[in-house]
């Protein structure tokens, strides 16, 4: 003996309710501002018109009006949303960056050369003699970079060589008292 239980608490949206997007455009016409319908106005022409609307009613009318808006259909300008006009529609952006424009000039028309990199040169008096251009110096007289590695022929052979028969040990060796 199954008995069947309603949900009140949720109950299915009435058939006699239009949509959302049918009811804001009929009240943005019907409220026939010429600045346009606030969020507002057209929440109370909606109560008016329909009584039985679900609880969630002010989240609805804010996501549908985003969602209108979004597609075009409205036009939100200080506050108020107006029906957007069929000939004003934005053409609808790809995805990406859209592409450079082409040079305004034309073909066979030569533009300025490209200016030069770097600092520009300081402006001189046209009245003053042409200085002597000087030697670079590297400074200190050196060359450049390390410094070339000489055989030291002469150094090896004088170098003692070690005992034959005495074995250095691990480590430091201790310190020679005096």
Do not use: C, W
Not at 26 to 35: D, P, S, T
Not at 123 to 152: F, H, I, M
Request: glycine content about 8%; hydrophobic content about 30%.
């Amino acid at each position: 003996m199954a008995v069947e239980v309603e949900d009140t608490s949720n109950p299915p949206p009435s058939a006699s309710l239009p949509d959302y997007p049918q009811m804001i455009m009929a009240a943005i016409e019907g409220l026939n501002e010429e600045e346009g319908s606030s969020k507002l106005a057209i929440s109370n022409y909606i109560e008016s018109s329909y009584p039985d609307l679900p609880p969630a009613h002010s989240t609805l009318l804010s996501n549908t009006l985003e969602k209108l808006r979004v597609a075009g259909q409205l036009v939100f300008s200080n506050g108020n949303y107006m029906k957007a006009d069929p000939n004003d529609a934005p053409a609808k952006r790809g995805r990406g960056r859209p592409p450079k424009p082409n040079d305004p000039l034309g073909e066979g028309v030569v533009s300025d050369p490209p200016r030069p990199r770097g600092r520009p040169p300081k402006s001189r008096d046209p009245l003053a003699p042409l200085p002597q251009p000087k030697k670079v110096s590297s400074g200190s007289g050196r060359p450049r970079g390390r410094p070339r590695k000489y055989p030291k022929e002469a150094a090896t052979a004088t170098a003692p060589a070690a005992a034959p028969g005495i074995k250095r040990g691990r480590g430091r060796p201790p310190k020679v008292k005096v």
